[in-house]
């Protein structure tokens, strides 16, 4: 929705085109016009995009990517892009939607191009700072993080006293978090950063107040982001969570 208003604001119509069961129905009042697709009618989007006169689009949100395996309804455009797959990762997977949208003149452009004051400026972005401990173990996570990201495995990871507890894979980050927790038992420190081939087009890191009230939850004590390639949504909340529950956050750069 604040991509929406953003652009908005610039003057620009707002064609929205969301997943049933996956994107908040209270888009519509952001949006100029809304459709509907389900998941994997690629054929579908691409056809209302170009009804409504749509030349530049933005992925914005995320799917649930366990419904992948269960509530997928593959058109005929979608059927015959998975059939040059051989491996299903995110990477190929976003790339080759956005090839697709741009042979039929539909150009996808960065979901940070209307807010680029969300992205996180480096330096340490609450009051608590993390100690000698943690630092060392958002450093070694930081190489961990990367790793992963290289085979386009998740994001995040979790680790402790230079120990990788959970590893980020189709669940989503909360549960990573929550995972990482029960073994670490307090002091976890959680790393999301950005996949070094990533495409910031699509996929783009991003964290909010609800990752800091699942750190809380999970005994986790700093969060360790990229600065400049990852989102902040809710900051002034998420911030201000974070100093309450005694949570270092820290943008590297």
Not at 6 to 32: L, P, Y
Not at 34 to 50: A, H, N, S
């Amino acid at each position: 929705m604040m991509l929406a208003e953003a652009a908005r604001s610039r003057g620009m119509r707002v064609a929205v085109v969301g997943h049933i069961g996956e994107t908040d129905e209270t888009i519509a009042h952001s949006a100029d016009t809304l459709d509907w697709v389900k998941l994997g009618q690629l054929g579908k989007i691409i056809k209302t995009l170009k009804h409504r006169g749509v030349d530049r689009a933005l992925m914005a949100g995320t799917i649930t990517k366990k419904r992948m395996f269960s509530n997928v309804m593959p058109d005929l455009k979608t059927l015959s892009m998975l059939g040059n797959f051989t491996v299903f990762h995110d990477d190929d997977i976003l790339t080759t939607v956005a090839d697709a949208l741009s042979r039929e003149g539909i150009e996808i452009v960065s979901s940070t191009l209307l807010l680029p004051e969300l992205l996180a400026p480096a330096g340490i972005l609450t009051q608590r700072k993390p100690d000698k401990t943690e630092q060392k173990d958002i450093e070694f996570g930081w190489r961990m993080v990367k790793e992963i990201g290289r085979l386009d495995i998740g994001q995040c990871v979790v680790v402790r006293r230079r120990t990788v507890l959970a590893v980020e894979a189709i669940e989503g980050t909360d549960e990573a978090i929550r995972r990482g927790g029960k073994l670490a038992v307090e002091k976890a420190v959680v790393v999301k950063a950005s996949k070094p081939q990533q495409d910031l087009r699509f996929d783009v890191p991003t964290v909010g107040l609800q990752t800091v009230i699942t750190m809380k939850e999970a005994g986790a004590s700093v969060l360790a982001v990229e600065a400049g390639k990852t989102l902040l949504f809710d900051r002034e909340e998420m911030m201000a969570f974070a100093d309450s529950a005694k949570i270092s956050i820290v943008a590297m750069s």
